[in-house]
């Protein structure tokens, strides 16, 4: 059941929870763009929480109306099944690591040198936490995908619902000093089947820190 100003259309494929709206394109201001995510990550999470694994689709300008939705996700049809049977009875959760550096004391010696050496070797010292953690991880969940960026490294994995306390156990149980460890989720497999109106069914996409997330756990 959708929430409230969500209606559904049906496709040979799929039910599309689809929203009505006046505007011809998504807004370009950030703000307004910003308030769109959140409405779309909040009507994803709603699905989510009736059991449901929803494909999330990404924002993107509007079809003109519902018969040019159809015939856009008609023309992509032939990914859908396969994704479909991937990401059944799933959800996504995501390990992120961030590494907690202390900038050198303004008196230390060489403390400019030092801080821009800090700054250039972070992706490489994330990437070697990430990769401890991600070993242990793949052990027991395999379907994953990693990003990375500056000093951060998220981990997401596809996992069923009965998995998520495991998951957490098991990823929080790499928390360490130097560096901060996130448990994100569960949320929609944006990760592992993602539509894009117009471009088709993408994958490994992080969307960062626009997504609300459901459940957040730190260490």
């Known amino acids: 059941m959708p929430p409230a100003g969500i209606r559904v259309v049906d496709t040979p494929l799929a039910r599309a929870w689809v ?3 006046t505007q ?3 807004s370009r201001d950030a703000r307004d763009a910003a308030r769109a995510t959140i409405e779309h990550d909040r009507v994803v999470g709603t699905a989510l929480a009736q059991d449901i694994t929803p494909m999330p689709a990404s924002l993107a300008d509007p079809y003109d109306d519902d018969a040019a939705l159809l015939a856009d996700i008609a023309a992509h049809g032939e990914a859908f099944e396969p994704a479909f049977v991937t990401i059944a009875g799933m959800i996504e959760m995501t390990t992120i690591i961030s590494l907690q550096d202390v900038a050198p004391a303004a008196d230390a010696p060489g403390r400019g040198k030092a801080y821009l050496e800090q700054i250039r070797s972070a992706p490489e010292r994330a990437g070697v936490i990430a990769d401890r953690v991600a070993r242990s991880l793949s052990e027991v969940f395999a379907d994953s995908h990693r990003r990375g960026e ?3 490294v998220a981990l997401s994995h596809l996992l069923p619902r009965t998995a998520i ?3 957490r156990t098991l990823g929080l149980s790499h928390a360490g000093s130097g560096y901060r460890l996130v448990i994100d989720g569960p949320r929609a497999p944006y990760s592992f089947a993602l539509y894009s109106p ?17 459940w957040r756990t730190e260490a």
């Open 198 to 214: 117009r471009r088709g069914l993408v994958t490994d996409i992080w969307l960062g820190k626009t997504v609300v997330r459901n």
């Open 150 to 152: 500056a000093g951060t």
């Open 24 to 26: 011809s394109r998504l």
């Open 19 to 21: 929203a009505d709206t």
């Open 165 to 167: 306390d495991l998951y």
